[in-house]
């Protein structure tokens, strides 16, 4: 995030708050903006469970959203350099989690995510149905984007993006994506139609490779 030096960041699940105060830390303090009157960054924030309410949430975000991201309108809290969202996409099944990727990078840069490598079972807790594990997010999960996928300790941890970022960030690519950057840029407007042949073609020899990290949708 440091690289990225985002102006607006939307934290979704952001628990008691926590990386609020870090965004705080790394992106204001190192330019020596150190009171609150002095930062420059927007961060909104949304939680489902009130009770995590305290007083992180006011010192470090600009506004807290008290609701199911589902039931949100993203749309009206505008677009964002940087999305974080840590330790909750195993909240939501498969389908759920997709679309809520979907909707996020729809109006964010890039989307910062955090989940544990493992399944681990986890029913209600702290009184708070929405603490429930649902399920595991692997490499293959985030093949419909641009990714960088990192293991950190006993979670993974992925930047996603629909478009190449600059910086960079570290991103992973594929000789397919590359291939077809390739072919849109060179060839003339009747032979894209080509592009789906290798688009079937390239699919194949990626899944027969190990390690592949990407597969593109045109």
């Known amino acids: 995030m440091q690289d990225l030096r985002p102006r607006r960041v939307l934290e979704v699940g952001i628990g ?14 190192p330019y020596e903006r150190y009171t609150k009157s002095e930062w420059q960054l927007e961060l909104i924030g949304i939680e489902v469970f009130a009770k995590y309410r305290n007083p992180l949430w006011d010192y470090a975000y600009n506004q807290v959203l008290v609701e199911d991201v589902r039931n949100v309108d993203l749309e009206r809290l505008g677009r964002f350099d940087c999305c974080l969202l840590l330790d909750v996409v195993e909240h ?9 990727l979907e909707r996020l990078l729809n109006l964010c840069k890039c989307v910062i995510v955090s989940t544990p490598l493992k399944f681990e079972e986890q029913g209600a807790q702290f009184d708070n149905e929405h603490e429930r594990h649902w399920s595991l997010w692997r490499r293959k999960d985030y093949r419909p984007y641009y990714f960088t996928y990192r293991k950190c300790g006993n979670c993974s941890v992925v930047v996603l993006s629909r478009n190449p970022l600059n910086p960079v960030l ?6 397919y994506l590359k291939l077809r950057q390739y072919l849109l840029k060179r060839l003339p407007g009747p032979a894209i139609k080509s592009i789906c042949l290798v688009k079937s073609i390239g699919r194949g020899i990626l899944s027969a490779l190990p390690g592949a990290t990407k597969k593109t949708a045109l």
């Open 16 to 29: 008691h708050g926590k990386y609020g105060v870090l965004v705080r830390e790394y992106l204001e303090l």
């Open 92 to 100: 939501f099944d498969h389908d759920e989690g997709r679309f809520l």
């Open 170 to 175: 570290g991103q992973d690519s594929s000789g």
